[in-house]
């Protein structure tokens, strides 16, 4: 098949079918239990003919299988019909600072394989310089991976920072010191197409969507802390960019108005009690005004990977040290009130605390609802769950791969 690869078909009769097919296709995936095809003909309208002819392409391709029989009270039993994430594969790119990982993943969310690439972001190079190098490797990989396994079905592409999915532009990069890169343009030939790029706290949202915690959901709000902050907005099962790409953006809101002074010039931002590095800035200040808990936190603080921090923060505040109990109180608290006007804002019917270390987020998410739920307990109509990500470490990977899924059955009709 190929569907979404760039090509303008519209209104041509090949279009047809193979958005019938990728509709069929869809139900199945979706479909909790093996389908068969009377139950697909009831549910698409389409004629029996037609899903004949459907299913069987799609069993040539790999991507449907029989797995048995259905019940019925008269006649004939059914063949069932089932999705398989194995019939093709999806190529993930994760650009993250201060590293640079490429994988592949089944239509099932499954990393089947992933490798960092040796490349420097924080050298200075061009960023043409480096997505060279990404798309070389990315290239040389699929062509590796293609010789013995299922074919790529796409591309998808998680970026730091501010992106454009319109246009795979990123319109800003604080960490990767980037404005206005044309991403998308400059990976295109060396990638699987069809080829999307977008802010990797969405991607990680879309994973959850996809493959995690919030499978069932249309309405959902991703909160990621600790390594970065920033939020992913899903709203009617769409994923939110704004004009710009830039929605979502939600470091520099304001959660204290006479807090920690910010870089951007104001204070109490939320970034300064959420993520690692203004928690160690912090720190820092600290010991250099004497603060011999702040000495010895640091120090400890050295051995622990960026991204897990904040877990060995909360298991010693736990244990009664007084400064980390302060940390992550603060941190609960304002990630709560932020929890809460995102809740206002978009009226979500869950909020997924994303976070590398999944059972950090789990530990803290009684604690979050717990200072959300008097926030908006008056707006009856609000009403969320608040949980944590399932995917923890692989968001980012499965997240890519989400994107360039997503992208391909956002033409399915049902």
């Known amino acids: 098949m190929n569907w979404g690869y760039g090509v303008n078909l519209r209104g041509n009769i090949q279009l047809s079918k193979e958005t019938n097919k990728l509709t069929i296709l869809d139900l199945i995936r979706k479909s909790k239990t093996p389908i068969s095809r009377a139950d697909i003909t009831r549910i698409t309208g389409l004629t029996n003919p037609t899903i004949s002819s459907m299913v069987a392409e799609l069993m040539e391709e790999n991507l449907v299988v029989e797995v048995g029989l259905g019940e019925t009270i008269v006649g004939r039993r059914p063949i069932l019909l089932d999705f398989n994430p194995g019939g093709r594969a999806i190529a993930g790119v994760v650009i993250d600072y201060p590293g640079v990982t490429i994988g592949i993943t089944d239509l099932g969310g499954k990393i089947l394989v992933k490798r960092p690439i040796d490349v420097n972001l924080a050298g200075g190079a061009r960023p043409e310089v480096i997505l060279q190098k990404i798309g070389q490797e990315l290239k040389a990989f699929i062509e590796e991976w293609e010789m013995n ?28 010191n980037w404005i206005n890169v044309p991403v998308k343009e400059l990976l295109e030939p060396w990638a699987r197409p069809p080829l999307h790029v977008a802010n990797n706290i969405r991607c990680m949202i879309l994973g959850e969507k996809w493959f995690g915690v919030a499978q069932d959901e249309k309405d959902i709000v991703g909160i990621r802390f600790g390594k970065r902050v920033g939020s992913g907005i899903i709203i009617d099962d769409n994923i939110l960019e704004g004009s710009r790409g830039m929605a979502g953006e939600i470091g520099h809101l304001t959660v204290d108005p006479n807090g920690i002074e910010c870089f951007c010039g104001n204070r109490g931002c939320l970034r300064n009690y959420v993520t690692e590095d203004s928690i160690l800035a912090r720190l820092h200040l600290l010991a250099e005004g004497g603060d011999e808990q702040a000495k010895l936190l640091l120090t400890k603080l050295k051995s622990i990977q960026p991204g897990f921090m904040l877990k060995f923060l909360k298991r010693i505040a736990e244990d009664g040290h007084e400064l980390s109990e302060r940390i992550i109180s603060d941190l609960i608290s304002n990630l709560g009130f932020a929890i809460a006007n995102l809740i206002k804002s978009f009226n979500p019917t869950m909020v997924v605390l994303l976070n590398e270390d999944r059972s950090f987020a789990e530990s803290l998410a009684e604690e979050v609802i717990l200072k959300v739920d008097p926030l908006v307990e008056l707006l009856s109509n ?30 399915s009709m049902v």
């Open 149 to 176: 396994g299922p074919k790529i079905w796409g591309t998808g592409v998680a970026l730091t920072g501010g992106v454009n999915g319109r246009t795979g532009i990123c319109i800003e990069s604080r960490s990767l």
């Open 382 to 411: 609000l009403s969320v769950n608040i949980v944590a990500g399932q995917l923890g470490e692989d968001a980012h990977m499965v997240g890519a791969s989400a994107l360039a899924l997503d992208s391909i059955f956002k033409t």
